[in-house]
């Protein structure tokens, strides 16, 4: 395509060129006034001089049209998902290509934008996905924007300069005008909360103390399109672990307050239904679900050292390190019945607080530690008695034993001796040893992948005395010296007891031929006995990242059964876990909806239950899905675009559930209004480039001479007549 036009590039600077004309022309006109003679020849020649000046060219282009670019931006978020939207979308892209097909030199661009994936709740961002398009399109070629959507966009730009670029924004709307939806508000939830707050700390048993505002869930029942009656309530059910749903009545509109459990420590989830109404959208936001983590408040634990040894440092130090720890640590300096004529206060810093110890406040420990302790008259045997209460009752139990648990002073001589998994023989097994983790240590969440444990022959320092015993019941983790029972694990009714059979693990924390891990151990041992929830030998857990569930399975048996794993809507599938190491199970499946997934398996001990939320807590993009154009018009009117509803209630939609109303689309160049009732515009940019340039001059060289040489010529004749 060829195009011409005329330049000029004076043979002066430009300034003097100016004033030379304005000059010119003050004498033209001094001479029309004065009415002299050849006036008009001398204003042709001062012309014509100007004019060679001037040095005119004919420029003639040789240009190619660039196509303009329209770019389509589809709403795959959340609520597009829903009420016949996504039959909707389609259509309206079938025929959106159709006309836009038909425009001549037009490109078009398609962008799909908030597709759900559930990893984060990020809300429907279509013009944040539209930038990014834009970052390959030249502003000069772009003829419009047009966006395929719901109208619930959470990043519209507060003005038109937001955008950065001049064209307009046109919006074809999905869904209709006047929807109906109830959903669930949440308006406050806690983030974390202590692990049994609810209960006073030392008794286990008594009442109940009111639960902290912090703890309580706000929510209210939301419904848009219609107003309700005034009372009017909806039935709600909560979903709690390891409770029975509750049933409740709630008002819409007005706020209530659920209760947040906390009952183990790590993630805690609640779920919040409300029941459904005819006519509703959808019941995908009648659901909300609270996660909040589960922290323990600091343990408590007393330790009682028997006599003064080097073991006792170790214990001391590794639970004074553990921040999450109270300790009470007493240590017998000597036994009542010794009697050397030592001063008292030379031997006790503090008198041993046996009576509220261990019958008043004994419910205040989460763990009670007996180290190289015997029987010598220091304790009844009625306190005995009410350690085994204790433990029988839910409390845990920890006796590291030296050459003390073998003598005629041992603890499996007391009212002790009932919760305790093994009974001495008698022997002491004073030779040199390697601690080795047997077949169920291998599979116990307490030992299994202990550093050092991976080779046939473990690479910890050796260990120079024992204790023989004979098992009665629970499970031996560690064997020690002629492959006897050295650690051994025991669930005693609601309690929990650990047996650890010698009194060398100072060795590994003292680097002895390159030492263990006595950390990794001992602190795993106390907290299994405090009942850690990662420390469960029996477990079902799950996990979810996006829409991929991870269900594992911990277990000291050979086999697990199935998972019985329910969707949200009720829908069940079996889940076989494949086998990931000793005493491991896993398996990962895609779900397709986001929600709470409920998890059952049998175990030997009873039914094990996990839960996860797959996908979004509380997707942002679902808190509003009824169709608008209230969000979005005040930017498309301020582009010259059109707000479009693409189904309304006529005669079209009521046809077919997939028929759609699109407005007319039209090219137009040099308009400032692009959209009008039935029709939508599109900026013809016009845009191209040069593919050659040439130049021709007209009014240079010879020619210029010749013509002010014969209007010189007249000139002077004129002035002869």
């Known amino acids: 395509m060829s195009n011409w036009s005329i330049d000029f590039s004076p043979m002066v600077p430009g300034p003097l060129f100016w004033v030379g004309a304005v000059l010119a022309a003050a004498l033209v006109a001094l001479l029309l006034v004065r009415r002299s003679r050849g006036a008009l020849l001398r204003a042709l020649s001062l012309a014509a001089l100007?004019?060679?000046?001037?040095?005119?060219?004919?420029?003639?282009?040789?240009?190619?049209?660039?196509?303009?670019?329209?770019?389509?931006?589809?709403?795959?978020?959340?609520?597009?998902?829903?009420?016949?939207?996504?039959?909707?979308?389609?259509?309206?892209?079938?025929?959106?290509?159709?006309?836009?097909?038909?425009?001549?030199?037009?490109?078009?661009?398609?962008?799909?934008?908030?597709?759900?994936?559930?990893?984060?709740?990020?809300?429907?961002?279509?013009?944040?996905?539209?930038?990014?398009?834009?970052?390959?399109?030249?502003?000069?070629?772009?003829?419009?924007?047009?966006?395929?959507?719901?109208?619930?966009?959470?990043?519209?730009p507060k003005s038109v300069a937001a955008l950065g670029f001049d064209a307009p924004v046109h919006a074809l709307l999905t869904g209709r005008p006047g929807e109906f939806d109830r959903r669930i508000e949440i308006i406050k939830a806690p983030r974390y909360g202590i692990v049994g707050e609810k209960k006073e700390l030392c008794e286990r048993t008594g009442p109940e103390r009111p639960v902290s505002g912090e703890r309580n869930i706000q929510f209210r029942i939301v419904e848009e399109g219609r107003r309700s009656p005034p009372g009017e309530t909806v039935q709600v059910r909560i979903r709690r672990e390891g409770r029975r749903d509750e049933m409740r009545r709630v008002p819409i509109g007005r706020i209530v307050n659920a209760e947040m459990d906390f009952p183990h420590a790590g993630q805690n989830i609640v779920e919040i239904e409300a029941e459904g109404a005819p006519g509703e959208l959808t019941l995908m936001n009648n659901r909300a679900v609270i996660v909040a983590e589960g922290v323990r408040d600091n343990l408590r634990v007393l330790l009682v050292s028997g006599e003064p040894h080097a073991g006792e440092r170790t214990w001391r130090n590794l639970l004074r390190s553990d921040a999450a720890v109270d300790l009470v640590h007493f240590t017998i300096l000597r036994p009542p019945q010794k009697q050397d004529g030592t001063p008292i206060h030379q031997l006790s810093l503090i008198a041993f607080p046996t009576r509220e110890l261990f019958s008043e406040k004994i419910n205040c420990f989460d763990l009670i530690i007996f180290d190289r302790y015997q029987h010598r008259d220091i304790l009844q045997l009625l306190y005995y008695e009410n350690i085994a209460r204790y433990v029988d009752?839910?409390?845990?139990?920890?006796?590291?034993?030296?050459?003390?648990?073998?003598?005629?002073?041992?603890?499996?001589?007391?009212?002790?001796?009932?919760?305790?998994?093994?009974?001495?023989?008698?022997?002491?097994?004073?030779?040199?040893?390697?601690?080795?983790?047997?077949?169920?240590?291998?599979?116990?969440?307490?030992?299994?992948?202990?550093?050092?444990?991976?080779?046939?022959?473990?690479?910890?320092?050796?260990?120079?005395?024992?204790?023989?015993?004979?098992?009665?019941?629970?499970?031996?983790?560690?064997?020690?010296?002629?492959?006897?029972?050295?650690?051994?694990?025991?669930?005693?009714?609601?309690?929990?007891?650990?047996?650890?059979?010698?009194?060398?693990?100072?060795?590994?924390?003292?680097?002895?031929?390159?030492?263990?891990?006595?950390?990794?151990?001992?602190?795993?041992?106390?907290?299994?006995?405090?009942?850690?929830?990662?420390?469960?030998?029996?477990?079902?857990?799950?996990?979810?990242?996006?829409l991929k569930l991870t269900i594992e399975r911990r277990s000291m048996e050979e086999s697990v059964p199935p998972v019985q794993l329910s969707a949200p809507g009720g829908e069940t599938t079996e889940v076989v876990l494949d086998k990931a190491g000793p005493g491991l199970w896993r398996a990962t499946v895609d779900v397709k909806a986001p929600g709470l997934y409920k998890m059952q398996s049998q175990a030997p001990s009873g039914p094990l239950t996990a839960v996860a939320h797959a996908g979004i807590e509380d997707a942002r993009e679902m808190s509003e899905v009824t169709a608008t154009e209230d969000k979005m018009k005040a930017l498309v009117e301020a582009t010259g675009g059109g707000m479009f509803w693409t189904r309304g209630g006529g005669l079209l939609s009521s046809a077919s559930s997939t028929a759609v109303d699109l407005p007319r689309i039209s090219m137009l160049a040099n308009a400032k209004v692009l959209a009008g009732s039935g029709w939508m515009g599109?900026?013809?940019?016009?845009?191209?480039?040069?593919?050659?340039?040439?130049?021709?001059?007209?009014?240079?060289?010879?020619?210029?001479?010749?013509?002010l040489l014969a209007l010189l010529a007249v000139t002077w004749w004129r002035e002869g007549q």
Do not use: C
Not at 403 to 420: E, I, K, N, Y
Not at 682 to 688: G, N, S, T
């Open 50 to 156: 100007l004019l060679a000046l001037a040095n005119p060219t004919l420029r003639q282009e040789e240009r190619e049209s660039l196509a303009n670019i329209a770019i389509v931006v589809l709403d795959e978020s959340m609520s597009q998902s829903i009420a016949g939207r996504p039959e909707q979308a389609q259509a309206i892209r079938k025929e959106l290509e159709t006309k836009l097909g038909g425009i001549g030199n037009l490109q078009v661009r398609w962008v799909s934008s908030s597709k759900p994936t559930g990893d984060a709740a990020s809300g429907t961002n279509l013009f944040t996905d539209l930038n990014s398009a834009l970052a390959n399109t030249p502003p000069d070629r772009l003829a419009g924007v047009v966006m395929i959507t719901d109208g619930q966009v959470h990043d519209v």
């Open 393 to 546: 009752q839910g409390g845990a139990l920890l006796v590291a034993a030296g050459d003390d648990f073998a003598g005629q002073m041992s603890l499996s001589r007391t009212p002790l001796a009932t919760v305790l998994p093994a009974t001495p023989t008698g022997r002491l097994l004073e030779q040199p040893f390697k601690a080795k983790l047997s077949v169920d240590g291998a599979k116990h969440p307490v030992t299994r992948g202990l550093p050092g444990s991976e080779a046939t022959e473990p690479s910890w320092g050796r260990w120079f005395r024992q204790v023989d015993v004979v098992p009665s019941r629970g499970r031996v983790v560690m064997n020690g010296a002629e492959n006897r029972p050295l650690l051994l694990l025991d669930r005693k009714g609601r309690g929990r007891v650990a047996l650890l059979l010698s009194d060398h693990a100072w060795l590994w924390a003292r680097g002895y031929e390159g030492g263990g891990p006595h950390t990794d151990l001992l602190r795993r041992l106390a907290h299994w006995l405090m009942k850690e929830p990662d420390l469960e030998e029996e477990r079902l857990r799950a996990t979810a990242k996006g």
């Open 682 to 707: 599109l900026k013809d940019r016009e845009a191209y480039i040069t593919r050659g340039v040439k130049l021709i001059p007209m009014f240079t060289g010879f020619l210029a001479l010749a013509a």
